[in-house]
Antibody, heavy 117, light 107 residues
């Protein structure tokens, strides 16, 4: 069974940094396109970043471009999101999301990031 | 950037009713659209991809249609377990924008 488990969330001060990780298991991680999506409290879903299966294509939402960096290690079945220059509006649950070309896949349970002094 | 606009933002209907949610793209996205369901307190689940293909395991009362800029998600007979917020998402090209969501409730 496919599992995506996020970690690395927590409380950080404005201007600080965090690195989120997503551990994948139960599927061929290297065949999956991966994304980070967040949801602020009581708000809708916001796509943040995409990385192709081979990491040769990477995209970012304008809201995080230049501050966040997505990466993956297919040997370790892991996805990462390095978040710098964090702001209050980055407070949200961050989801790791993955699908293959047949649309098999799913979402992790999310990790909460709180940006506050 | 392509914007995705959903309507209505919320609706309330009776059990057994047919409901339709609309998603409009600001540019032609062909059939590159997915629909997700997020039940209260839960993680989003994929319902439909490629605008009209039902994900495995999703009840047949859900259907999707459309191409280009206008898309719809239809629930043919609303059930209590369908109470959720529904999101459309453009895929196949950045940004992979979500619509603002449609909150569906039961009267």
């Amino acid at each position: 069974e496919m599992q995506l488990v996020e970690s690395g969330g927590g409380l950080v001060q404005p201007g600080g940094s965090l690195r989120l990780s997503c551990a994948a298991s139960g599927f061929t991680f290297s065949s999956y396109e991966m994304n980070w999506v967040r949801q602020a409290p009581g708000k809708g879903l916001e796509w943040l970043s995409y990385i192709s299966s081979g990491a040769d294509h990477i995209y970012y939402a304008d809201s995080v471009k230049g501050r966040f960096t997505i990466s993956r290690d297919n040997a370790k079945n892991s996805l990462y999101l390095q978040m710098n220059s964090l702001r209050g509006e980055d407070t949200a649950v961050y989801y790791c999301v993955g699908y293959n070309t047949n649309w098999e896949g799913g979402w992790g349970q999310g990790t909460l990031v709180t940006v506050s002094s | 950037d392509i914007q995705m606009t959903q309507s209505p933002s919320s609706l309330s209907a009776s059990v057994g009713d047919r409901i339709t949610i609309t998603c409009r793209a600001s540019q032609d996205i062909s059939n590159s659209l997915a629909w997700f369901q997020q039940r209260p307190g839960k993680v989003p689940q994929l319902l439909i991809f490629a605008a009209s293909t039902l994900q495995s395991g999703v009840p047949s009362r859900f259907s999707g249609s459309g191409s280009g800029t206008d898309f719809t998600l239809t629930i043919s007979s609303l059930q209590p377990e369908d109470v959720a917020t529904y999101y459309c998402q453009r895929f196949n090209g950045a940004p992979l924008t979500f619509g603002g969501g449609t909150k569906v409730g039961i009267k």
